[in-house]
């Protein structure tokens, strides 16, 4: 029998119109072939104009953009940083980056990300933290107004990790634009890709300030070389810029944001749909001050007769790939040592019961059907 073509979790969908190689193409014309040039300057704009910041750094990657965030927040040795446990382990490996230590949070059920009553009982344990890494998990915005009001009173930095959640709203402001720093990714299978990259965006009241943050990074990011015609360096460099290359992917797949978002929230939409029959299938949540770009849709099994693995295993099985929801940080034996607050196990009930379903942009109704009826298939 003839393997079918595979179906994928989430994989790069470049525009029809083909936007992404005439930026490329601009690049190679002007032989910038480069960490800097045209493209990566008109990415940062454009994408700041997006999502309504003043100032951002193409970075190298994500994780890169975390890395500065927090380095920019004057995050050092021995400092602590709260961090979300539900998520992807890359929110978390900076802190380690910057000789600090996590501590992590459980999520809450309403939004599956940090839980704002665990958050408070984090502060009252460790009053001289440092910053806060809150994530928008598979899209879905945090409860942002309770976290930022704590991280106000007690004068605490916020980074919000929108990796995930390019193009969502939080009460009809883009995700990102509302921690002092927001962080986004490129990666391969993120809602937009540049096969590898990132952005951080600095939203400071000030619009001179965050300039000067930004430029800063944009210096650190570069190797720290100080403005001197011999190699001099005053701090710590890193290589962290963004290819012109790749910036040129970036701007082209910009132009498609909000349509790969209409379709994931149809794919969403779908699975909600096709679920609501079976009990046991829980859909994850969405509200109303939210507006999720559905990066991943993702379920919860309820009950023992079907587990997670069963249906991934159903879907491998004709070629369709499904993923385990991210393991929680304070399950993993690198950070077995970190300290964890909890709001009721619920990122570890989440990790436990839950699936993350096919979320391509690319995927058909008829393959949409059949991702379904093999899943309702295992209840029969
Ligand atoms: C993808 C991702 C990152 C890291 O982004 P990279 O560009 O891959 O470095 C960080 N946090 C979360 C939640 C992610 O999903």
């Given at each position: 029998m003839k393997t079918l073509p595979r179906i994928y979790l989430a994989s790069p969908h470049m525009s029809d119109e083909g936007f992404e190689k005439q930026y490329i193409q601009a690049a190679f014309d002007s032989n910038w072939i480069a960490p800097l040039g045209e493209n990566v300057d008109r990415f940062e704009q454009e994408l700041a104009?997006?999502?309504?910041?003043?100032?951002?750094?193409?970075?190298?990657?994500?994780?890169?953009?975390?890395?500065?965030?927090?380095?920019?927040?004057?995050?050092g040795q021995g400092d602590i940083v709260f961090c979300q446990s539900l998520t992807f382990s890359a929110s978390a490996n900076p802190i380690i980056y910057q000789n600090a230590i996590?501590?992590?949070?459980?999520?809450?059920?309403?939004?599956?990300?940090?839980?704002?009553?665990?958050?408070?009982?984090?502060?009252?344990?460790?009053?001289?933290?440092?910053?806060?890494?809150?994530?928008?998990?598979?899209?879905l915005a945090a409860d942002l107004d309770r976290i930022m009001e704590l991280c106000r009173k007690h004068g605490v930095c916020l980074i919000e990790d929108a990796a995930e959640s390019l193009g969502t709203l939080y009460k009809g402001r883009y995700s990102g634009t509302f921690g002092d720093y927001g962080v986004f990714s490129f990666n391969g299978n993120k809602i937009i890709t540049t096969s590898g990259g990132g952005m951080l965006v600095a939203n400071q009241k000030d619009s001179a300030v965050a300039a000067e943050r930004i430029a800063k990074v944009r210096f650190w990011a570069t190797q720290s070389r100080d403005s001197a015609r011999h190699y001099q360096h005053s701090e710590l460099g890193y290589n962290y810029r963004m290819s012109n290359v790749l910036a040129g992917i970036g701007r082209g797949q910009l132009k498609v944001l909000d349509q790969r978002v209409t379709?994931?929230?149809?794919?969403?939409?779908?699975?909600?749909q096709a679920f609501s029959t079976v009990a046991e299938i829980k859909m994850m949540p969405a509200n109303d001050w939210s507006y999720s770009n559905c990066w991943l849709s993702c379920i919860t099994l309820s009950g023992s007769r079907v587990r997670p693995l069963d249906v991934m295993l159903a879907l491998e099985a004709e070629n369709i790939e499904s993923r385990p929801i991210w393991k929680p940080m304070h399950l993993q034996p690198f950070f077995r040592d970190c300290d964890y607050i909890d709001h009721a196990g619920i990122a570890q009930r989440i990790f436990e019961n839950g699936v993350c379903l096919p979320s391509d942009t690319k995927l058909t109704l008829e393959e949409l059907q059949k991702i379904v009826s093999i899943i309702k298939k295992l209840w029969h």
């Open positions: 104009d997006k999502v309504g910041s003043s100032h951002a750094a193409a970075l190298s990657c994500g994780t890169a953009a975390i890395h500065m965030a927090l380095k920019a927040a004057g995050v996590p501590v992590f949070i459980d999520s809450e059920p309403d939004t599956w990300n940090m839980s704002p009553d665990a958050l408070e009982k984090a502060f009252a344990k460790y009053p001289n933290v440092k910053a806060v890494i809150v994530v928008h998990l598979y899209g379709k994931k929230r149809q794919i969403f939409e779908f699975y909600t």
